[in-house]
């Protein structure tokens, strides 16, 4: 059975704190890897993808170790506006080159004045 | 606008009462699922469909169905609920990479 495993915190920051989150998948063979976020009692929506060579948006970067299995999303200088949960989410390959994803249950971040 | 909806966005019931919940998506998109979202449990798919008349069983598929007739619609039907699948529910479609949800639809059965 596939596993994507994420500390459920809560992460409990001030505002203009950098802070980091894993998550760790057991399928080697995973090939997609993204991070969403999820404001409470609404739809998730995607962050960001996460690639080999890892990527950054701003304030957020994301990384990706093949060999321990596990991606990471680091945000700095924290915002209010931040405070979500965040979905880890990594895809298996399938069949006419899709894939199908698995969600982590999510790490809560939650910045403080 | 791409979107995702869903209705209805939400629904008390009773039990054993057939329902139906819809989605609709206006990106062609091939692949569409459905999942549940329950406390501590983060989002569970219930099932998934890579194309029209294509549909597989997710993680946690008993007491539901779906049926996939036309690419932009995926209903999920529950013939007879049951307290037990109370939640909330998010119709999702994915293109290349993204998967773009619906807005969820809370469901209660008493």
């Known amino acids: 059975r596939k596993e994507v495993e994420q500390d459920p915190g809560p992460f409990n920051v001030p505002e203009g704190a950098t802070v980091a989150f894993n998550c760790t998948y057991s399928?080697?063979?995973?090939?997609?890897f993204f991070w969403y976020r999820q404001d409470c009692r609404k739809e998730p929506k995607l962050l960001m993808s996460?690639?080999?060579s890892g990527n950054e948006d701003g304030r957020f970067t994301a990384q990706l170790n093949r060999a321990s299995q596990y991606i990471s999303l680091l945000i700095r200088d924290s915002k209010l506006s931040d405070s979500a949960t965040y979905l880890c989410?990594?895809?298996?390959?399938?069949?006419?080159?899709?894939?199908?994803?698995?969600f982590g249950r999510g790490t809560s971040l939650i910045v403080h004045p | 606008e791409a979107q995702v909806t869903q209705n209805p966005r939400y629904l008390i019931t009773v039990t054993g009462k057939k329902l139906t919940v819809t989605c609709s998506q206006n990106?062609?998109?091939?692949?569409m699922s459905w999942y549940r979202q329950d406390p501590g449990l983060g989002l569970r798919q219930i099932y998934y469909?890579?194309?029209?008349?294509?549909?597989d069983k997710g993680d946690v598929p008993e007491g539901y169905k779906v049926s996939r007739k036309e690419k932009r619609n995926f209903p999920l039907i529950l013939e007879s609920p049951s307290p037990n699948q109370t939640s909330l529910y998010f119709c999702?479609?994915?293109?290349?990479?993204?998967?773009?949800f619906g807005p969820g639809t809370r469901l209660t059965v008493t």
């Open positions: 999702a479609s994915r293109g290349a990479y993204e998967q773009y």
């Open positions: 399928n080697s063979a995973s090939q997609s």
């Open positions: 996460v690639y080999s």
């Open positions: 989410v990594v895809g298996e390959s399938a069949s006419g080159g899709s894939y199908i994803p698995t």
């Open positions: 990106m062609n998109h091939e692949y």
């Open positions: 469909s890579m194309n029209v008349e294509v549909t």
